[in-house]
Nanobody
Framework: VQLQASGGGLVQAGGSLRLSCAASASIFSFDAIGWYRQAPGKPRELVAYITSGGSTNYADSVKGRFTISRDNAKNTMYLQMNSLKPEDTAVYYC????????WGQGTLVTVSS
């Protein structure tokens, strides 16, 4: 299984970005798919995930601002990020789990103040 993340970039505080994660396999087959992020000098943290049943979960720091979704027909997952803050600056990694975890290569999001 390969995951390809894209959509990162430079945005001003208050702006929006949409990250995409395209999978080489049916995303519906995974128990969960989601996003982690890692800021410089900080540990990787879970941002959001969505289960095969459609349940979603968000880190407190992004609740109300980020929305995770998936398009099963396109085998693609999205992370809509609104009201971005400088502290959202990080490399964002998509992942998927079924018996084991699969990781995308990461996409850099930089939010300027």
């Amino acid at each position: 299984v390969q995951l390809q993340a894209s959509g990162g970039g430079l945005v001003q505080a208050g702006g929006s970005l949409r990250l995409s994660c395209a999978a080489s396999a049916s995303i519906f087959s995974f128990d969960a798919i989601g996003w982690y992020r890692q800021a410089p000098g900080k540990p990787r943290e879970l941002v959001a995930y969505i289960t095969s049943g459609g349940s979603t979960n968000y880190a407190d720091s992004v609740k109300g601002r980020f929305t995770i979704s998936r398009d099963n027909a396109k085998n693609t997952m999205y992370l809509q990020m609104n009201s971005l803050k400088p502290e959202d600056t990080a490399v964002y990694y998509c992942y998927a789990t079924r018996y084991r975890s699969y990781w995308g290569q990461g996409t850099l999001v930089t939010v300027s103040s």
